[in-house]
């Protein structure tokens, strides 16, 4: 028995030591004569990975046949013993060992070999979940504790397809019939917020979730997908595989074919991945790249980001004319960054459209079942004001993609507009199924529970909105209409500046934060609304300086005699503190001009309410009637939806007192101070004046005292709210 120090004399004696990094010199040559043939050759990566475990397996066989063998006078003989007869290599003991070594060095090597191969397809698993979440996938060290810097840090390419990969997965995943799949925006939301797998799976209503690590080395892709059980956690199924980069869009449809695989057991009998994304890809690795980059800025969404969107978009087209997604992702882009946008138009809605269908025809003719394509083209369709195309293009894409929520939630929008307010709901519930977690999916449901009088589910829609996006101002807009529907001023007041002190830009709500000022009487707190020519006719109407404001008015007429709404502005101040005769030679002036949109529009009914006042002051009676109809459709229609909204409650007061209906209108009026109606000049409305001044005093005297209320209210808050930006 050799001691420590004994058999170290003999690896150096023997030249093991000298061998064996000789023969690790030659393993390491051979791989790189054997990864540039199989280049040149487009051999499989299975062949390269076969050699190089074999040769690095073999390892421990060199280093027993260097303690027998030694290399001298140009020939390899059995090394001596000191006696000079050689070792007895063939002895039972010996080969005994050998084989050890060798049945040893095989089965490492075989066992590196299953864990390197790419796997191929899943067979069919006994899982029992039919919904799932894609989360961002990870990037990491092909070992962990590699001394080198991740990829990531090293790899712009790696940190794009991180972001991405999990859209892409989610939209291929989308097709398959009766699988729910939870949009990627919102998973990403709440893996950025390093939840736990139960919590997201909880948050996103799924029974699975898949994510997985990824890393790119000389272009070459090596993923590792998981799935994981939703409810603890658990692993349910594994798999591994690697392309070039340019393969990324195969290796996609790969994973999503292999979860829908492993979930055969829970989908609908004969249930498959549609490939309905054939020829939108490209090969091109620089035009993919572009494309990565311009849907990072996409997802940013500010007017900067989407104009280096759009810049990227073109340039992935200018590096591959027939990438499909490219042409798609341009026309999404111009039409966001369209007039009929609100938040990044900067283009007239005609050029956009315009532009945006030539790419959208390009992208459909090179691959047609793209359900995005569609969906972009119905949001095109309605900013073109053809409503019905544009809800037939948002059913196509749904047909092919019944999980795309960005659809859902456009055709919510539509049908909302269009007055078919049960179908739009049934569309916003389905996109919030879909994408829990988007800041538009969250505020309009929020919206629609508020205006339904669900106020505490609303506060709780739009204080998840504060949680998951604390730098949105689209959460405190939420609970600013909210407190602003049951009357509470003083709180809508504060979420209003909150959201304008975060977005100053945003002229929606520095409106709505500067309108309560002025209707609360709160001039001090913003004292350049005597000056701001936005606000100062709001202003003097206010302090009742009519002269001014009548002055000011006629001056602005004259200069625009033909602004229709200019006129209707005019009549409604005349109407409140001027003159009816005024008001009704105003309003009739231009009447006829306005569009049949713009006359019914709701929750108001106008114009048209006012119109018709002014008609009957002119004794057409019958002219004014079939306003009058028109108004009570669209109200009976609003009220089919259980609203609990107090301008609809107004309207129905107005309506009835111009039908004569005094008892009704009071009713109503009591309606809507209980729901919430809060403006000052309620009963200036000469449309009211039917009803007796002893039966209105009372109502008066109620808006007056909350009015007052709310106003002391905020002048003890001031010290908490800080001054808005200018």
């Known amino acids: 028995m050799l001691s420590p120090k004994q058999f170290y004399q003999q690896l150096r004696q023997r030249k093991v030591l000298s061998t064996v990094l000789a023969y690790l010199i030659i393993v390491w040559l051979t791989l790189q004569v054997v990864a540039v043939v199989s280049q040149l050759l487009v051999l499989p990566a299975t062949v390269g990975n076969i050699i190089a475990i074999s040769l690095i397996a073999a390892t421990p066989l060199v280093c027993y046949l260097a303690w027998f063998y030694q290399y001298q006078q140009g020939r390899i003989q059995l090394f001596a013993n000191p006696d000079g007869r050689p070792h007895a290599m063939f002895g039972s003991r010996q080969v005994m060992v050998l084989l050890l070594i060798f049945i040893f060095s095989a089965l490492l090597a075989y066992q590196y070999y299953l864990l390197s191969r790419p796997a191929t397809p899943a067979e069919p698993l006994n899982l029992t979940a039919n919904s799932i979440a894609v989360l961002p996938f990870t990037a990491k060290n092909p070992t962990e504790n590699s001394p080198e810097p991740t990829p990531l840090k090293n790899s712009p390419e790696l940190a794009l397809l991180v972001n991405s990969l999990a859209e892409e997965i989610s939209s291929q995943l989308g097709r398959t019939p009766g699988l729910t799949v939870a949009s990627a925006n919102s998973g990403q939301v709440l893996s950025a917020q390093q939840l736990s797998v139960p919590d997201i799976a909880s948050r996103l209503q799924v029974a699975s979730l898949l994510t997985g690590t990824i890393n790119l080395q000389d272009k070459q892709l090596h993923i590792r997908v998981q799935l994981l059980d939703g409810s603890n956690g658990q692993t349910l199924w594994t798999n591994q595989l690697q392309r070039q980069l340019t393969d990324v869009f195969v290796l996609e449809s790969e994973i999503a074919r292999s979860v829908v695989n492993a979930l055969q057991a829970s989908l609908p009998q004969d249930s498959s991945l549609l490939d309905l994304s054939a020829n939108a890809s490209t090969q091109s690795a620089d035009a993919y790249i572009s494309y990565l980059k311009a849907r990072e800025q996409y997802r940013l969404q500010t007017s900067e980001a989407m104009q280096q969107a759009r810049q990227l978009f073109e340039q992935a087209i200018g590096q591959d004319p027939e990438y499909a997604l490219a042409y798609v992702g341009l026309a999404d882009t111009l039409l966001l960054l369209s007039d009929g946008s609100k938040e990044f138009g900067i283009i007239d809605v005609d050029i956009a459209t315009g532009l945006a269908k030539e790419y959208l025809d390009k992208a459909l003719i090179r691959a047609p079942q793209l359900a995005e394509a569609y969906a972009i083209q ?349």
Request: overall charge negative; hydrophobic content about 40%; proline content about 4%.
């Open 378 to 726: 119905g949001k095109m369709l309605e900013l073109q004001q053809q409503f019905e195309p544009a809800l037939t293009a948002y059913q196509k894409a749904l047909a092919l993609n019944p999980n795309l929520a960005v659809a859902h939630m456009w055709q919510y929008l539509l049908l909302k507009q269009q007055g078919r307010y049960a179908e739009s709901l049934v569309a916003l519930e389905r996109a919030y199924q879909l994408d829990p977690v988007s800041i538009a999916v969250l505020y309009n449901r929020g919206y629609e529970q508020a205006i339904r009088g669900q106020f505490i589910e609303a506060n709780a829609s739009f204080n998840q909105l504060l949680q998951d996006f604390p730098t949105s101002p689209m959460g405190h807009a939420g609970l600013a209409l909210t407190a602003f529907h049951q009357g509470h001023l003083a709180d809508s007041l504060y979420h209003w500046q909150q959201a304008y002190h975060l977005s100053p830009e945003n002229s929606y709500y520095q409106q709505n934060y500067r309108g309560l000022l002025i209707t609360l009487n709160l001039i001090e707190l913003e004292p350049d609304l005597k000056t701001n020519s936005l606000y100062r006719s709001n202003y003097l109407l206010r302090i009742g300086d009519t002269e001014t404001l009548f002055n000011e008015m006629a001056f602005y007429l004259a200069a625009r005699p033909e602004d229709k709404w200019l006129q209707f502005e005019a009549a409604l101040y005349q109407m409140l503190l001027g003159h009816p005769s005024k008001a009704v030679d105003l309003l009739l002036q231009h009447h006829s001009s306005f569009s049949e949109d713009e006359l019914f529009a709701m929750p108001m009914c106008s114009p048209a309410i006012e119109i018709a006042w002014a008609l009957q002051q002119n004794e057409r009676k019958q002219q004014a009637d079939k306003l009058l109809v028109r108004c009570q459709q669209h109200l009976d229609a609003a009220k089919q939806n259980d609203l609990r909204d107090s301008y609809l409650n107004h309207l129905a007061a107005r309506l009835a007192a111009l039908q004569g209906n005094n008892e009704l209108a009071l009713q109503q009026l009591h309606q809507a101070m209980a729901y919430g109606w809060r403006e000052w000049w309620t009963f200036y409305d000469p449309i009211l004046h039917s009803i007796p001044t002893k039966q209105l005093a009372p109502l008066r005297q109620q808006l007056e005292n909350s009015l007052n209320e709310q106003r002391q209210l905020v002048l003890a808050r001031a010290k908490q709210l800080t001054p808005a930006k200018q």
